[in-house]
């Protein structure tokens, strides 16, 4: 059975719509997901390779913009918003780790992390970045370029720039993907610390079952729509 639809929902996600290319090469990749995550929930979003994982969670961060439907978070309706409006109402509310880390080249390690912080207009940047940077095990990298970083270090840096600004809600997409088994597990760890101290929101794209069981919600994803989605016991 589905669950109810949620009016306090962090994530409220009606009809959505996502079709890219332009006919007649055009692909309907999301096809009417209704969806409702409550705040301090933890979800793990599964499907086959291509059945729209990564687009969903483009779409609920406010990264991309959906073809038909709306997506609110927090109760503020990221479809009205314009993309400086977005990136505004994303920084400080939402850390976001993809698949592709998006770190930028010229900065080290620790200006990666402490960078959008300020950007933030917080305090104590460069401190916390370091910090955070310390409990992904990096403490010993910070000074280096992604370059001079291998994949899963990398993988690292992002993930502690999602953390460093504390957001209610943080989505992953395959946030382990490059790690191997017991760094990876340590990052979970680090992630469903978070989630048990501070009620922080995970959304986590997953080909892992381990992973996918230390979720409280497992979502399944099939051609664009909502197939599967339970509480685990
Ligand atoms: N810009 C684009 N134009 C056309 N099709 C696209 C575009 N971007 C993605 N797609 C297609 O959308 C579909 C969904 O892609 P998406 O990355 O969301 O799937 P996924 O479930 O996350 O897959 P994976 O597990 O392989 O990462 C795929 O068939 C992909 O080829």
């Known amino acids: 059975m589905m669950p109810s639809t949620v009016d306090s929902a962090l994530i409220a996600a009606r009809n959505v719509s996502l079709v890219l290319g332009r006919p007649p090469a055009s692909v309907e990749i999301l096809r009417g997901v209704d969806l409702d995550v409550a705040a301090g929930d933890s979800v793990a979003l599964l499907g086959p390779s291509g059945s729209g994982k990564s687009s969903l969670m483009a779409v609920l961060a406010g990264l991309e913009r959906p073809t038909g439907g709306t997506v609110s978070v927090a109760g503020l309706d990221f479809t009205t918003l314009d993309e400086d409006a977005l990136a505004v109402a994303r920084r400080g509310r939402i850390g976001i780790v993809l698949q592709a880390f998006h770190l930028l080249p010229t900065m080290t390690a620790l200006e ?7 950007l ?11 910090a955070e940077l ?4 990096l403490g010993h990298r910070i000074g280096h370029y992604p370059a001079q970083l291998s994949g899963g270090e990398q993988q690292r840096v992002a993930i502690a720039r999602a953390l460093v600004g504390r957001p209610a809600l943080i989505f992953a997409d395959e ?12 990052i979970m760890d680090l992630l469903f610390a978070r989630h048990a101290a501070s009620g922080t929101t995970l959304f986590i794209i997953t080909h892992d079952p381990g992973l996918a069981a230390r979720c409280a919600r497992v979502i399944e994803l099939g051609d664009g729509r909502i197939v599967g989605d339970r509480r685990s016991a």
Request: charged share 20%; hydrophobic share 40%; net charge negative.
């Open 175 to 186: 946030p382990t993907g490059n790690l191997d088994t017991t760094t990876g597990a340590s």
């Open 134 to 137: 310390e409990a992904v095990g």
């Open 112 to 118: 990666n992390v402490a960078v959008p912080l300020e």
């Open 120 to 130: 933030a207009g917080e305090g104590d940047a460069f401190a916390r970045a370091a």
